[in-house]
């Protein structure tokens, strides 16, 4: 099914809506979700509404949060999201880091007591388009095994850079520091087709190409898959998310994370309060004057699509530009929505009298 | 050769002296590169001295720098190095951002006009001795390609997160971004001794295991590896940390990075004033109070040495904890020296009239 990216939206408000959030919300965390169907990266789109309204109806969504700043200084904060969805909790956050980088230059907000986010790109983008370096990241339910571990330890803890540029469009840095993002996981689970080595281990921390493995114990690997081949940086990337979203905001890290799924249960024994997150916002023109930092950047993406190519046919890939194309068409074309996403949105529709896709 | 710390640094400050420092400068070099032996991280210690001195001797690095801030916000600076080394430089840097977190909770300095840094881990570290997490990136020499590209284009360009811990010692991911750090590579070479397979490629884009492929035309790989194990990932790290260094700070980035060694020349067109760094502090306490963060990094630490094993005699190892144990003993023991450097060093002294090794 194809859907226009209006007809999309309108349905996504009325699902957040009857689930009580205030139309500012619904309308928010629509945008957070559409933007990531729009940009291709259908894992973190409204594929998510089923699990958000599962969690709901366990009463581990608060769909009207209190959001909270808890202590701050100038250019530091922590906020707690009253158990909101990180969908308004995260803008909330990213607002705050950048009405201080207005007047400090910098902001840094730690976020604990939220759920998932969305994309990191969203809020990175927000300091962007102010002509400030936006960073966003956040923990995850743990999936992914430290070097030399069998145990899923960690999320998939995303972190995303975002630099405004000139002539060209914000080169943005946004990825899992896993191997491979689960969402490529659940396609090729989906397919029932064989995964690359180096992805995931099963349960005896064998290396592994069977996409179900995870079912069985198994865990995804750290970005560089071995220790050979530097599994261990990915596995501190991710110590890194993990300990500025939820060590510095008083969430819960590690394996305490709680699980995105509705079906398994939080630990008993929280560390802290929910998931959380870490953004921030630093004014390019507290460096350099911002023209002067842009056309370099325009320079920096120009050189970089001049990198001699291994094969003329795939050529180098500025981070950010195929999002960016994905939008492009997706905006005109309309919104592919796989079979399975449409299901569980009607059955959605049926549960709270709203009107079909 | 086993030498102790005190006789490295006695040794280490007379040829920096001889090549006209201060004794304050003298001493801070010495500081950085001693700890780069004595954590066992050899390619970034004393080994170096001598590359310094071809560059001292070229012209390309002012052992005499009148380092100054060209522009600043509250929590936001630029360092002009002077040409001085990021030895002397980056610690500057570090220092105005740890002054700047003390008032603001935060601070930020993109450093340009500089050159090698050391290791990076220093730097950050300079911000946990007050309570603070740090941050710590260069860029460096063109060795790197970008995924699908054959062509040198980024410096194996380190990220360094540091955290304070309770009753452990901190917390620190010190990592290149590409595969393996260049150090390693030098390690084969030297040996002889054939790579594994996604650390390098030949000046093809083909996969080799040849440690040699550098010196006729090959490329060091991003970590990842390859596109199928994420080494856009690496590209967007590595990218990510040029642009903070060197985008920000009006230095060389990219291609344009002048080269660590004095036999190849720097462009005839740069596009910025040296090398780039970008450093930053954060207070602790500006996110929760600093007992409550160390005690529950103590619990992430121990529950992440509890993590199960797949093999019982390999365990989970904290970021930060192997250098720490080599420190120790380096402490006590005093540091190796390979031949190759000794002789090296011996070669200085005799040309700067100082007592050898």
């Known amino acids: 099914m194809i859907i226009s990216e209006q007809s999309l939206r309108t349905f996504t408000q009325k699902i957040f809506l009857a689930m009580g959030s205030t139309m500012e919300h619904a309308m928010l965390s629509t945008d957070v979700l559409v933007l990531a169907d729009l940009r291709g990266i259908d894992s973190h789109g409204v594929a998510r509404l089923?699990?958000?309204?599962?969690?709901?109806?366990?009463?581990?969504?608060?769909?009207?949060?209190?959001?909270?700043?808890v202590h701050q200084t100038?250019?530091?904060?922590?906020?707690?999201?009253?158990?909101?969805?990180?969908?308004?909790?995260?803008p909330f956050a990213m607002k705050l880091a950048i009405e201080k980088a207005e007047t400090y230059g910098s902001g840094?907000?730690?976020?604990?007591?939220?759920?998932?986010?969305?994309?990191?790109?969203?809020?990175?983008?927000?300091?962007?388009?102010?002509?400030?370096?936006?960073?966003?990241m956040t923990n995850a339910s743990p999936l992914v095994a430290p070097t030399y571990s069998n145990e899923r330890m960690l999320g998939t803890n995303p972190m995303c850079y975002a630099f405004p540029a000139g002539k060209f469009p914000p080169l943005i840095v946004d990825m899992a520091t896993s191997a491979a993002a689960n969402g490529k996981l659940e396609?090729?689970?989906?397919?029932?087709?064989?995964?690359?080595?180096?992805?995931?281990?099963?349960?005896?921390?064998?290396?592994?190409?069977?996409?179900?493995?995870?079912?069985?114990?198994?865990?995804?690997?750290?970005?560089?898959?071995?220790?050979?081949?530097?599994?261990?940086?990915?596995?501190?990337?991710?110590?890194?998310v993990d300990i500025l979203s939820a060590v510095l905001s008083g969430a819960n890290y590690g394996p305490w994370v709680p699980p995105f799924v509705s079906f398994l249960e939080p630990s008993p024994n929280p560390v802290g309060l929910g998931i959380g997150h870490f953004v921030g916002a630093m004014r390019?023109?507290?460096f350099r004057p911002a023209d002067e930092f842009k056309s370099h950047m325009d320079n920096w993406i120009t050189r970089f699509k001049e990198a001699t190519?291994?094969?003329?046919?795939?050529?180098?890939?500025?981070?950010?530009?195929?999002?960016?194309?994905?939008?492009?068409?997706?905006?005109?074309?309309?919104?592919?929505?796989?079979?399975?996403?449409?299901?569980?949105?009607?059955?959605?529709?049926?549960?709270?009298?709203?009107?079909?896709?």
């Open 50 to 69: 089923i699990g958000y309204v599962r969690l709901w109806e366990k009463g581990r969504i608060n769909t009207n949060p209190n959001i909270s700043i």
């Open 74 to 90: 100038p250019t530091t904060a922590t906020v707690d999201g009253d158990a909101g969805l990180g969908l308004v909790v995260t």
């Open 108 to 136: 840094w907000v730690a976020v604990r007591n939220s759920n998932h986010f969305g994309i990191a790109g969203y809020h990175a983008l927000m300091a962007v388009e102010k002509d400030m370096i936006g960073f966003a």
């Open 187 to 240: 396609i090729a689970q989906r397919l029932d087709k064989q995964v690359p080595d180096g992805w995931i281990q099963d349960a005896n921390g064998a290396n592994t190409t069977d996409p179900h493995a995870l079912k069985t114990g198994g865990s995804l690997l750290p970005l560089g898959s071995d220790r050979e081949h530097g599994s261990h940086k990915g596995f501190g990337l991710s110590a890194t």
């Open 284 to 286: 390019v023109d507290g």
């Open 309 to 357: 190519l291994i094969d003329p046919s795939q050529k180098v890939v500025i981070p950010g530009e195929p999002e960016l194309a994905a939008q492009t068409k997706r905006k005109r074309d309309g919104i592919p929505l796989v079979d399975a996403v449409v299901n569980d949105l009607n059955n959605l529709a049926d549960k709270f009298g709203i009107e079909r896709l």
